[in-house]
């Protein structure tokens, strides 16, 4: 059953990325890895970050779902914004690189113009 979950999860990860990336490791280490991720909570960490912080998130992530993971992360950031893409899949680096890239990119500017601006 588990090794049956496994291969779904590793089969959308592979139909998501573009590119097999979710494919590219050994069994063990995406069982160990899909096993972390999904007993672990790492929600209280993000309540001592405190610089600006840009949550980016697939509406359409199949591996982590955005209403329990982008949307309740960045009520807890201090300092959190939140990008959020319709239809945009868990890999949407890869499979959106143009736009995830561009948007980062201007997510780091406005933040060193307002950094800049706070130092004057």
């Given amino acids: 059953m588990v090794s049956t979950v496994l291969v779904q999860r590793s089969r959308k990860a592979f139909e998501t990325t573009g ?10 280490a995406q069982y ?11 929600f209280d960490d993000l309540k001592i970050i405190d610089v600006p912080v840009l949550v980016m998130h697939g509406e359409d ?5 955005f ?13 959190g914004t939140l990008k959020s893409y319709p239809g945009f899949p868990h890999g949407m680096p ?4 143009d736009q ?3 948007d980062l990119l201007e997510f780091i500017k406005r933040e060193a113009g307002v950094a800049a601006v706070a130092a004057v």
């Fill in 61 to 65: 992530d199949q591996i982590c779902p």
């Fill in 100 to 102: 995830i890239n561009a």
């Fill in 19 to 28: 590119g097999g990336q979710g494919m590219m490791g050994g069994i063990k």
């Fill in 67 to 79: 209403e329990s993971s982008g949307a309740k992360s960045v009520k807890l950031l201090k300092h």
């Fill in 32 to 42: 160990d890895c899909i096993k972390v991720l999904s007993e672990t909570e790492f």
């Fill in 94 to 97: 890869t499979t959106h690189a």
